[in-house]
């Protein structure tokens, strides 16, 4: 199994910018792809973003496009989630997830701890 450590949580005023990063250790030869899920208060998980290990192929919801990028450094074993222009409504906290062949959550493995991504106007 994957171990996942998330950081880079924090408040920050909308329109602003933040930084997530997870770092990866354990069974990380066996990893495909890392991901970003996102819970906010009352609602389900759901997936933001994900990156292949191998060819740095992405996917991002609809939700986040043109606002988030998700990139990896294969060497540190580390997936990072730069967030732009955030918005009120991408209050929540903040999930990697590793070991799954499909972006959903009953596939995801491995999770992190959580981070919270707090978002004032």
């Known amino acids: 199994q994957v171990q996942l450590v998330e950081s880079g949580g924090g408040l920050v005023q909308a329109g602003g910018s933040l930084r997530l990063s997870c770092l990866a250790s354990?069974?990380?030869?066996?990893?495909?792809?890392m991901g970003w899920f996102r819970q906010a208060a009352g609602k389900e998980r759901e997936a933001v973003a994900a990156?292949?290990?191998?060819?740095?192929?992405?996917y991002y919801a609809d939700s986040v496009k043109g606002r988030f990028t998700i990139s990896r450094d294969n060497a540190k074993n580390t997936v990072y989630l730069q967030m732009n222009s955030l918005k009120v409504e991408d209050t929540a906290v903040y999930y990697c997830?590793?070991?799954?062949?499909?972006?959903?959550?009953?596939?995801?493995?491995?999770w992190g701890q959580g981070t919270q991504v707090t978002v004032s106007s």
């Open positions: 990156i292949s290990w191998s060819a740095g192929s992405t």
């Open positions: 354990g069974r990380t030869s066996s990893m495909s792809a």
């Open positions: 997830a590793a070991d799954f062949a499909v972006l959903a959550v009953s596939e995801v493995g491995s």
